[in-house]
């Protein structure tokens, strides 16, 4: 799904000033005008960013954010307040917000903001799909070559890992082998490495 800046502001005029200042600059985007709207909407496939208003007759900003949350949203959310909130900017900020931006943004502040959240989604988006890759890896594993991969893991050399288990040198050098097809990996090193970044 194309990448865009979710705008979601009760404010039409503030909806319209910002989605013509990112379209200007060639940042795609769609309005919503309430948290409500936008969540009946919301799909787990959405990319982007989202630009979230504090204070909406309505569901709030914030109340918003923790309903995104709660289903799983990675979106990066960028906040604009009309009012100068330090607590609710650090209580939101902790809980994963990208940006916390005082209403009327500075041009330059907002595009800058934006851009960083958008290089964010992709980062967050790339990682998430490696998890997953990962995971659809390990589940090609049988049981037996986990218990392998776990004392390869270890450390443990091919002898130890036969007497360990009770089967043959051959049998282990076999396992070997297959978890490294199936994890695509040429080593033990390397094997070790995809999994400690994920």
């Keep these: 799904m194309t990448a865009l800046v979710h705008i979601v502001d009760d404010d039409e005029a503030i909806r319209d000033a910002l ?69 609710l900017a650090v209580e939101v900020l902790r809980a994963g917000a990208c940006h916390f931006i005082e209403k009327p943004p500075h041009e330059a502040q907002l595009l800058a903001a934006v851009r960083e959240a958008l290089q964010r989604d992709i980062e967050i988006q790339e990682s998430y799909d490696a998890r997953n890759q990962l995971g659809e890896r390990l589940r090609q594993l049988s049981p037996r070559e986990r218990e392998v991969m776990d004392l390869i893991l270890d450390g443990k050399l091919n002898k130890q890992i036969a007497d360990i288990l009770q089967i043959s040198m051959r049998t282990v050098e076999v396992h070997r082998s297959n978890i490294f097809d199936k994890m695509a990996v040429r080593s033990a090193v390397e094997l070790a490495g995809l999994l400690a970044k994920n």
């Design 19 to 87: 989605s013509f200042l990112l379209g200007t600059h060639g940042l795609a985007n769609r309005c919503w005008h309430s948290g409500e709207q936008f969540l009946l909407d919301y799909r787990d496939s959405m990319r982007g960013c989202i630009v979230l208003d504090v204070r909406m007759s309505g569901m709030t900003g914030p109340e918003c954010f923790d309903v995104l949350r709660g289903r799983g949203c990675r979106m990066p959310v960028i906040f604009l307040t009309g009012h100068g909130d330090v607590p």
